[in-house]
Nanobody, 127 residues
């Protein structure tokens, strides 16, 4: 069964850090672009970051670049999202998604309109 599973979310104080994990089963992640998205209650889904297949490119939302970093560990078939300097407005459910054979990924592209999404992990930033 093809699956993506997110983990690493939780409650953190403003200014803190979290590392989210997106682990795949049933396919090799390095052949896919992997994107991180988030959605807060009552809000539209927002693109966070994506990495192209074979790490050809990386893309970040302009408001997040410099605080968040996306990376791969091919041995673990896992993509990470390191989040530093967290703010209350970062509170959301964070999802990962996969798109096959996309070297240059866009957070707004229709490549993400597929079935390759995880169930999400909750991130809450509050004092």
């Amino acid at each position: 069964q093809v699956q993506l599973v997110e983990s690493g979310g939780g409650l953190v104080q403003p200014g803190g850090s979290l590392r989210l994990s997106c682990t795949a089963s049933g396919f090799t992640m390095d052949d896919y672009a992997i994107g991180w998205f988030r959605q807060a209650p009552g809000k539209e889904r927002e693109g966070v970051s994506c990495v192209g297949s074979r790490d050809i490119s990386t893309t970040y939302a302009d408001s997040l670049k410099g605080r968040f970093t996306i990376s791969r560990d091919n041995a673990e078939n896992t993509v990470y999202l390191q989040m530093n300097g967290l703010k209350p407005e970062d509170t959301a459910v964070y999802y990962c998604a996969a798109a096959p054979l996309v070297s240059y990924c866009s957070l707004l592209a229709p490549i993400w309109e597929n079935d390759f999404w995880g169930q999400g992990t909750q991130v809450t930033v509050s004092s």
